[in-house]
């Protein structure tokens, strides 16, 4: 089983940051050799979209253009953790934001059906 749990949202004015926190664990979770963690989010009314996404083998980045600038992707290897940096955050930014893990990821993925295991969501509100 892999467990996948986010932090860090809540309430935030325009142009204010917000950090959030991805944990992932799990005894399936630590036989992975490599895998993405990315982030996605879904606001009411729309589909659920790529924010970005992180590779855990090379750390490489990947980022939709909408954060490009704004957000930072950052892992601790040690914690198994995986954080989004949200700064100039707009009222656009609103939404339910989701940590995944893509357990066969050789290459960063924006497609939701590559990620296998999700964690429930935490709400991030941008008031303008």
């Known amino acids: 089983q892999v467990h996948v749990a986010e932090s860090g949202g809540g309430l935030v004015q325009a142009g204010g940051s917000l950090r959030l926190s991805c944990a992932a664990s799990g005894r399936t979770f630590i036989t992975f050799s490599s895998f993405v963690l990315g982030w996605f989010r879904q606001a009411p009314g729309e589909e659920r979209e790529f924010v970005a996404a992180?590779?855990?083998?090379?750390?490489?980045?990947y980022y939709a253009d909408s954060v490009k600038g704004r957000f930072t992707i950052s892992k601790d290897n040690a914690k198994n953790m995986v954080y989004l940096q949200m700064n100039n955050l707009k009222s656009e930014d609103t939404a339910v934001y989701y940590c995944?893990?893509?357990?066969?990821?050789?290459?960063?993925?924006?497609?939701?059906?590559?990620?296998?295991?999700w964690g429930q969501g935490t709400q991030v509100t941008v008031s303008s």
């Open positions: 992180i590779s855990w083998s090379d750390g490489s980045t």
């Open positions: 995944a893990v893509d357990s066969y990821g050789a290459s960063i993925s924006i497609g939701t059906r590559s990620y296998d295991y």
